[in-house]
């Protein structure tokens, strides 16, 4: 069975400085990756997604993430986080049309 | 548009009561789901339409009853719920192949009573 992991629960940093977010998912022959992000009793918000070709991809927000396929990861990155972009994250692979969630990165941003 | 939309915005009912959540979609999506959400959990899987037909039923208890009366709608009709049942309901779409984007809607607050 398809998984998605996201090691850390929260994760404070600085506004204006760099973000990193880690998930990594389990084997599949060709994962659908997304990010997705919910404010506080919201819907969930797509950020990005990757299906194939450039394991680089570039996102809504200023976000980007990289597939990275020997370190069975897509970690989501920011070069300067802003207070706006406190949330929690949520990493998902799509398997048979079922999205499987990562448990969810809470990101706190400080002043 | 990537809109989903969802009413209402927040539903208090008691366990005797009956309500429906009412879900809608016009990107043309064929497929169309519904989830379950409680707080600092990532979203639960309840049902899943495919053109309008139920494909998938996470084992969810039949006191919540899900309806696609066309192609845009989606309904979750709930009746006898438990205080447990509380959650944030969120109803999304997307295109029915393997791998399509899911486009979530705001999510409807449900607390039992």
């Known amino acids: 069975a398809q998984s998605v992991t996201q090691p850390d629960i929260h994760i404070t940093v600085s506004e204006g400085a760099s973000l990193e977010l880690r998930c990594n998912y389990s084997y599949g022959a060709t994962p659908y990756l997304f990010w997705y992000v919910q404010s506080p009793g919201q819907g969930l918000q797509l950020l990005l997604k990757?299906?194939?070709?450039?394991?680089l991809v570039q996102g809504i927000k200023g976000f980007e993430a990289e597939f990275k396929r020997s370190q069975s990861s897509f970690n989501l990155r920011k070069p300067s986080v802003h207070w706006s972009d406190a949330a929690e994250y949520f990493c998902?692979?799509?398997?048979?049309?079922?999205?499987?969630f990562g448990g969810g990165t809470r990101l706190m941003v400080k002043p | 548009d990537t809109e989903v939309t969802q009413t209402p915005k927040h539903l208090v009912m008691g366990m005797t009561n009956k309500k429906s959540l009412k879900c809608e979609q016009h990107m043309g999506h064929r497929a169309m789901y519904w989830y379950k959400q409680k707080a600092k959990k990532p979203p639960e899987l309840m049902f899943v339409?495919?053109?309008?037909?139920?494909?998938i039923n996470e084992s969810v208890p039949s006191r919540f009853s899900p309806e696609c009366p066309n192609s845009s709608l989606l309904n979750l009709h709930l009746h006898a719920l438990q205080p447990e049942d509380s959650a944030l309901y969120l109803c999304a779409s997307s295109q029915v192949d393997r791998g399509y984007e899911q486009y979530f809607g705001p999510g409807t607050r449900l607390t039992v009573t």
């Open positions: 990757y299906f194939s070709g450039d394991t």
């Open positions: 998902a692979d799509n398997a048979g049309n079922m999205l499987t």
């Open positions: 339409y495919s053109y309008e037909k139920l494909s």
